[in-house]
Structures are given as structure tokens and as C-alpha cells.
């Protein structure tokens, strides 16, 4: 049978500890178990994909001589896990191993969040570079009209695609902080600097033309500095799900373009994005911010024929639907939104998946929503979509050996690809008493093992495919298991 392409993502978020670690300074032993808990339950989901936060503000969940360990993983940033180990080269293993991608996700700009305790490290840029960092209301922000910034977050995220086998590149909605507000108002960013010497070498630009582009250019120079990298790393962006309101004319609500100065419809016109996933959080039913009216919009928007996987915002479901009188009250954030929300975007053609934030909805079951997605929507596993503007040709048909193995009565495939061509994985599909299942096999392995159920029985038909780092299928080898 064929699998459905679907990319079923889920942000793991570092900062504040929302979802892994569960709390700063745990032994070594205690973050790897939180982390392989985390992974099998996103494989028990049928999820495909992790989005794991690696660079919250200017620190580092992995081994980095650029940016400072992260006070969210050690307790005091700077400080190196004892035992030592990397937390990232380990996700990126161990993910594999489950047939999900692993996407590193990255803050560009922020230096620290207010969630912080600690003092920064003497390796931290506010320390290195204190021109390059603001202090705006409780934060510290990297200044993005300074080219050492953005010169800096390239090289750091270069430095991680280079080093980590990993399948994606992600920044979230943080570029410009969205405004401070005071008893006397809104304040500005303060890029006065910046803006001076920008102004001094004859620049043209409106101000805030110009903070736009600063963005635009960081976005833009990733995108080509990545695929240059590794042609295979998918770029991925998750902009405010907002473009600007009245667009479409029945929406309202906060205006990202001129307030955080993200162009995200430039970005996604222009195909500087492999995945564009707008943060669309907000219940089907809410007329002036709904759902499926701003996917639709997104995907009107599309000219390069990338992929749109919209954000929900899974954990916000609740057990019951809010009463009273408060914000929420009336707002549908049961399981079945969600249910609903990935159904739409089944229904839209040119969306082919969704994420959600965050995996604390699937670690907890919050309201029943992870076990509502299995039951109605993730019943089996799916393959992440193909991008084939990303690779020049389709992968070889693997050569598949078969041997009897006498000790477990079992089977052993091998698996392989001619020399030179990389799969992610081999689907291996298998007819046992005449029902079919699919797993991905890490093509690292290149062997898997086929016991007999628990009737005795093995499978009498089996089909391998390879799955290249792009999503590409190879043709299929089909056998028939002769007792």
C-alpha cells in the first residue's frame, strides 16, 4: 500500500524548560532519559519530524567554541554537562533511529530571556561585544542593523549544519522584539546606533524599510549559505500566522510586518523558505483570525511551490471547553480543534502537513489530544513530503539480501545503495496473514531484523524502498518470502 506524505512536526522548546529538560542543572543521565522519553512518545504519536530549540538566546544545547552552553540544560550557562555529551548529536541519532527528521531550531537575535537566572557567561556576546546587544524591557537583544549580528547568527547556524547530520534549519517568529509597552506607551527598539551609520554610508531607506530589510537579508543569506552548506538541509521559517491585517479583508489582529518588521509573505513569494509554517493559532470558529481562511490566504501566496505546514497550537488545549466570562470563554481548544485543524489542512491542496507547539501537548495528553490525533488522524505512519527542487535525481533501487536467521527463526535484510548516493532511511513494508505494515529503517543500520509475530508467522511478502535526505523515493524491490 502507499503511505501517506505527510509532515507531522512538533516544536520541542528549550528556553524557560516548556518541554526538555524538564528543569536546568539535571544529570547528564536524567536529560538523556527526558530526551529518549520524548522521542518515543513522538514516535508512539506517528509524529515524523522534531523541532528541537538549540539556541534560545545566544547559548548553545550542543557542543559549540562559538556561543556558550545553555544555562536551560546546565543550571549556569557556561557551565558544561557533567558527565560531558552532546545533547544535539544525540537527538539528531536517536531521532533517525525512529524514522523522524531532526530540525535544529534557532532564536536569531535574542541574548536573554527574562526566564533567566544566572549570570552570563564571560563567552556570551553581551559580554564579548556589549555594542552588539540591547537592552529592551526585560531582554537582551542582538541589534539585527548591526552586520556583525547578523554575520554572527549565520556563522552559528553554518557551524551546526556542517557538524550535525541534521534535516532542517528552523527560526521561529522572533526578529525584531514585538514593542515593550510602559506606563507612557510603546517604546522603541533602541538601534539608534545602527541606524545612524546607516544613515551616514547614504542609505535610502525609510527606517523602518530598513529594519525590514536587515531581516530580509539575514533570511535571504541563510537560505543560500545553508544550501551552498548541504544541499539536502531543508530551511524552514515559523512567522506570526498575521501577515498584515486585511489580509485576507476578514482579518484583524496584530500587524508582524510593522511591528516585529518581518516581511514573511516576501520570504515565501520569493522562496527563500524550503517550509514556511505561519503560527496560525487561533480555533476554526473565530471569524476574524480563522484558521482555515488564513491558510487558504497562505497558500495563495505561494509562486515556488514549497511546502506550507501551518503551526497549531496544540497545547493549549484544555479538558473542557472555557466558560464564564474571561478571554478564552467559548473558544474551542478541546482535542477535537485540533483534530479539525490537521483535517483542514488535508482538505487544502496546497498544504501538505502541519506542526504543533509544543511536545508538552503529546509528553502529557493534555485534554486527550495526542491520543485523539492517533484515533483519528495519525492512525499509521506517513513519509515526510519529497523536495525535489532540492536534489538532482531520484535515488538508486537498493540492491535487499535476505538470509534466514536459525537462532530467532527470524529474517535478516540487508539493505544498501550503489557506492556514493546517501538514503535516510529504507521503507521496509511487510504482508503478514495478510496484513500490511510499514517502519522506516535508519539507513545507518543498513540490516533489520524480522521475527515472527505472535502467531508464529512471517511476513510472505516484503517491499524495501530508500528514502533519500530529500524525501525522494527510489523504485521498489518486491520479494516473496518462500517457507
Known amino acids: 500500500p502507499s503511505l501517506r506524505r505527510e509532515f507531522r512536526g512538533v516544536w520541542v522548546a528549550s528556553v524557560s524548560n516548556i518541554d526538555w529538560p524538564s528543569k536546568p542543572g539535571l544529570p547528564t543521565a536524567d536529560q538523556k532519559s527526558e530526551l529518549l522519553a520524548l522521542l518515543d ?9 522534531v ?32 558527565p560531558g555529551w552532546d545533547p544535539l548529536a544525540f537527538a539528531v541519532e536517536q531521532a533517525h ?8 531550531w534557532f532564536n536569531p537575535y ?3 530571556h527574562p526566564s533567566a537566572k544566572g549570570r552570563l557567561s564571560e563567552r556570551h556576546i553581551a559580554n564579548t561585544a556589549p555594542t552588539l546587544v540591547k537592552e529592551y524591557g526585560t531582554q537582551l537583544w542582538m541589534d539585527p542593523g548591526e552586520r556583525a549580528v547578523r554575520a554572527r547568527t549565520v556563522r552559528v547556524v553554518l557551524d551546526v549544519v556542517k557538524r550535525y547530520d541534521i534535516d532542517g534549519v528552523h527560526l521561529d517568529d522572533y526578529f525584531y522584539p514585538y514593542k515593550e509597552t510602559t506606563a507612557r506607551g510603546t517604546t522603541e527598539f533602541p538601534d539608534d546606533r545602527s541606524w545612524k551609520k546607516y544613515v551616514k554610508a547614504k542609505g535610502q531607506l525609510s527606517r523602518d524599510d530598513w529594519r525590514r530589510d536587515n531581516v530580509n537579508t539575514l533570511v535571504h543569506e541563510l537560505y543560500d549559505k545553508i544550501h551552498l552548506a548541504k544541499p539536502w538541509v531543508k530551511f524552514g521559517i515559523s512567522p506570526y500566522g498575521i501577515w498584515r491585517p486585511e489580509y485576507p479583508a476578514q482579518i484583524k489582529g ?7 518588521y518581518a516581511d514573511s509573505r516576501l520570504w515565501w513569494e520569493q522562496g ?27 497558500g495563495e501566496q505561494s509562486t ?15 479538558a473542557e471547553t472555557p466558560a464564564g466570562n474571561g478571554p478564552d470563554a467559548g473558544n474551542p481548544w478541546v482535542a477535537d480543534e485540533i483534530v479539525a ?26 485534554g486527550g489530544v495526542a491520543s485523539r490525533l492517533v484515533e483519528r488522524v495519525y492512525g499509521d505512519v506517513a513519509l515526510v513530503p519529497a523536495s525535489p527542487w532540492m536534489a538532482r535525481s531520484l535515488p538508486s533501487t537498493p540492491t535487499v539480501r535476505v538470509q534466514k536467521n536459525a537462532a530467532s527463526g527470524g529474517l535478516t535484510l540487508t539493505m544498501s545503495l550503489p557506492p556514493k548516493e546517501v538514503a535516510r532511511w529504507f521503507l521496509l513494508q511487510s504482508r503478514t496473514g495478510g496484513v500490511w505494515g510499514s517502519r522506516l529503517v535508519a539507513a545507518c543500520a543498513c540490516a533489520e531484523e524480522i521475527v515472527p509475530n505472535g502467531e508464529g508467522l512471517l511476513p510472505d511478502r516484503l517491499v524495501v524502498t530508500a528514502i533519500d535526505r530529500v524525501g525522494q523515493a527510489s523504485g521498489a524491490v518486491r520479494l516473496a518470502v518462500v517457507r
Open 272 to 298: 527563500w523558505v524550503d517550509y514556511f509554517t505561519p503560527q496560525l493559532y487561533w480555533p476554526i470558529g473565530m471569524v476574524d483570525r480563522s484558521f482555515p481562511v488564513l491558510l487558504k490566504w497562505w
Open 110 to 112: 535574542r541574548a536573554r
Open 97 to 104: 533511529w525512529r524514522g523522524m527528521e531532526l530540525h535544529a
Open 304 to 318: 515556488m511551490g514549497r511546502h506550507l505546514w501551518p503551526g497549531l497550537y496544540t497545547s493549549r488545549v484544555t
Open 341 to 366: 485543524q490537521v483535517d483542514s489542512t488535508r482538505a487544502n491542496l496546497r498544504s501538505t502537513g502541519t506542526v504543533h507547539f509544543s511536545m508538552e501537548a503529546f509528553l502529557t495528553d493534555k
Open 254 to 260: 496584530f500587524d508582524a510586518y510593522e511591528k516585529l
Open 51 to 82: 523541532i528541537l530549540q538549540v539556541r534560545p538566546a545566544a547559548d548553545a544545547l550542543y557542543r559549540s567554541s562559538i556561543e556558550p552552553w545553555s544555562e536551560y540544560l546546565t543550571g549556569r550557562q557556561g557551565r558544561a554537562p557533567v
Open 41 to 49: 512518545r513522538a514516535q508512539a504519536a506517528h509524529l515524523n519530524a
